[in-house]
């Protein structure tokens, strides 16, 4: 068994440095941060509990035997409230997403049952059959709201999380159902070496999940800041209004899709008069009132169908389908 736990250490490693990839990330992301926090305490405890049961060959001199007592349980015990701390991170990248609690009550049974049996969580097996189970179950669980949640942004993202999704639960489920499957009348089907094929695709995916988690989660974060700078550049700051080049986008959309039905459009450039007087007057944060003011108004008054941005200073221009000139003129006045 010394490959498997060697995987394990590896993958322990593997761990630590996802680690220390999030601790740059959570003092720049400051809407992030909760959501860092928990994948951190995730992964420190999926990394140590890795790490405790690969290296117990080279700590204690035997994979099994010689082991303090009840350590081979803290491991997983550890294993699995980090399980569940890096799944609250990933569901807390959209708050949509509702606790389960069926993965909660799981964690617990995991975490308590081999302390009650300890002929359950013997060898470095046991523990990779064990907390593959949870962490598959994890994948699973977490699968489609987390690509429901991405798509709405990031559509590439959103079909790489169901492809790699599928096959990361389904290798970390290998071995366990391969080890429950010894229970059912088809056992003497099983062969060692299908055993230790498995074993060894479920140790090898818990020792890369946390970093297909940390990769999901930095590209959530960074798609999320992507699309914030993506909006700052595309509305004006002070009036939430189409900046000049969101305008002209969205209003050269507009104009082809009239043009090709044969449909008239509406084009309106306003501004306020004697502005610079405001601003000379009364100072400049009463010049920015009136222009949020105008703002509102424009809101309200125009037709939902309408495009307004603010071309710039206080000028503001707006684009709307409308039916003939008379409609148009309405809504000038």
Request: hydrophobic share 55%; proline share 4%.
């Amino acid at each position: 068994m010394l490959h498997i736990q060697s995987i394990l250490a590896v993958g322990g490693v593997v761990h630590l440095v996802c680690l220390g990839m999030l601790v740059p990330m959570r003092r720049d992301s400051t809407r992030a941060r909760g959501s860092i926090d928990w994948a951190i305490a995730g992964l420190l405890g999926i990394a140590g509990s890795m790490l405790a049961v690969g290296l117990a060959p080279l700590l204690f001199g035997s994979a099994s035997g010689g082991l303090p007592r009840g350590f081979m349980q803290i491991a997983l015990a550890v294993n699995v409230a980090g399980s569940v701390s890096f799944s609250e991170a990933l569901r807390r990248l959209d708050g949509r997403v509702p606790a389960n609690w069926a993965i909660y009550m799981g964690a617990i049974v995991l975490a308590v049952v081999p302390f009650l049996l300890p002929s359950l969580l013997t060898k470095a097996s046991d523990f990779v059959a064990l907390s593959a189970m949870l962490s598959g179950g994890v994948v699973f669980t977490l699968l489609d709201p987390l690509a429901r949640s991405v798509s709405q942004s990031q559509a590439r993202l959103s079909r790489i999380v169901i492809i790699a999704g599928f096959v990361l639960g389904g290798a970390l489920l290998s071995f366990p159902i391969m080890r429950l499957s010894m229970f059912l009348p088809t056992a003497s089907m099983l062969t060692p070496t299908m055993l230790a094929v498995t074993l060894t695709l479920s140790a090898l995916a818990a020792a890369i999940v946390g970093q297909v988690g940390t990769m999901l989660l930095i590209g959530v974060i960074n798609g999320r800041i992507a699309q914030e700078f993506r909006k700052l550049a595309a509305f004006d700051t002070l009036t939430g209004l189409r900046g000049r080049r969101a305008f002209f986008e969205d209003g050269a959309r507009l104009l082809a899709a009239r043009f090709s039905a044969s449909r008239m459009t509406c084009l309106m450039m306003l501004d306020l008069d004697h502005f610079k007087k405001i601003n000379d007057t009364y100072g400049h944060p009463a010049g920015d009132k009136a222009l949020v003011t105008f703002s509102n108004m424009l809101r309200v008054s125009a037709p939902e169908s309408a495009i307004i941005g603010r071309y710039g200073g206080e000028e503001f221009c707006m684009l709307l389908p409308v039916e003939d000139r008379a409609q148009a003129r309405d809504i000038g006045r």
